[in-house]
T-cell receptor, first 112, second 116 residues
Framework: SQQGEEDPQALSIQEGENATMNCSYK?????LQWYRQNSGRGLVHLIL?????REKHSGRLRVTLDTSKKSSSLLITASRAADTASYFC????????????FGKGTHLIIQP | EPEVTQTPSHQVTQMGQEVILRCVPI?????FYWYRQILGQKVEFLVS????????KSEIFDDQFSVERPDGSNFTLKIRSTKLEDSAMYFC??????????????FGPGTRLTVL
């Protein structure tokens, strides 16, 4: 089974619109993190939401977490061309020094 | 803002050669990680390191891989005898010690390894 699967795989919207990406996972988690990756570049941490949190905001980002459905969503409001990137959710299985499990990502294209 | 750095940005090597990828984690962080991303595929966890020893490793991290913290600032990944399938982007990450709670992992820009 796959942990941290995002959908859609690709999303193209007009600048100024909102973008919503979803992530589903299989096992219990302590937290879920969202990362952004520009083409061929490093991973930029966006936001971390803990299993006892339901919603979190950071600037134009809004993340929700539904542990009963094992799903999370990332909303980017008022999108900009610079938001064009791949977005990944990553989950951990246990506390401590634990490797993250990444999904395949959603490739977001913002049309100017 | 503190950041994880990695060198080199791109490494080209011949199959069978040894490579060492270097990372400087964020200075007050105590957990260190290596991940890899084969072109077009998911980011995959390789190994985590804490208190000068491996804390957890994935099935990918076999005997050809090793990690070391040779001094107070560097964290290295060594691949002893590279194979074509080792070609990938390798990311280093670090996180603070939260007494057993998971924390944000900050990633470096990556080293692109090309094995010919």
């Amino acid at each position: 089974s796959q942990q941290g699967e995002e959908d859609p795989q690709a999303l193209s919207i007009q600048e100024g619109e909102n973008a919503t990406m979803n992530c589903s996972y299989k096992t219990s988690i302590n937290n879920l993190q969202w990362y952004r990756q520009n083409s061929g570049r490093g991973l930029v941490h966006l936001i971390l939401i803990r299993s006892n949190e339901r919603e979190k905001h950071s600037g134009r980002l809004r993340v929700t977490l539904d542990t009963s459905k094992k799903s999370s969503s990332l909303l980017i409001t008022a999108s900009r061309a610079a938001d064009t990137a791949s977005y990944f959710c990553a989950t951990d299985g246990r506390g401590g020094a634990d490797g993250l499990t990444f999904g395949k990502g959603t490739h977001l294209i913002i049309q100017p | 803002e503190p950041e994880v750095t990695q060198t080199p940005s791109h490494q080209v090597t011949q199959m069978g050669q040894e490579v060492i990828l270097r990372c400087v984690p964020i200075s007050n962080h105590l957990y260190f990680y290596w991940y890899r991303q084969i072109l077009g595929q998911k980011v995959e966890f390789l190994v985590s390191f804490y208190n000068n020893e491996i804390s957890e490793k994935s099935e990918i991290f076999d005997d050809q891989f090793s990690v070391e913290r040779p001094d107070g600032s560097n964290f290295t990944l060594k691949i002893r005898s590279t194979k074509l399938e080792d070609s990938a982007m390798y990311f280093c990450a670090s996180s603070e010690d939260l007494r057993g709670l998971s924390d944000t992992q900050y990633f470096g820009p990556g080293t692109r390894l090309t094995v010919l």
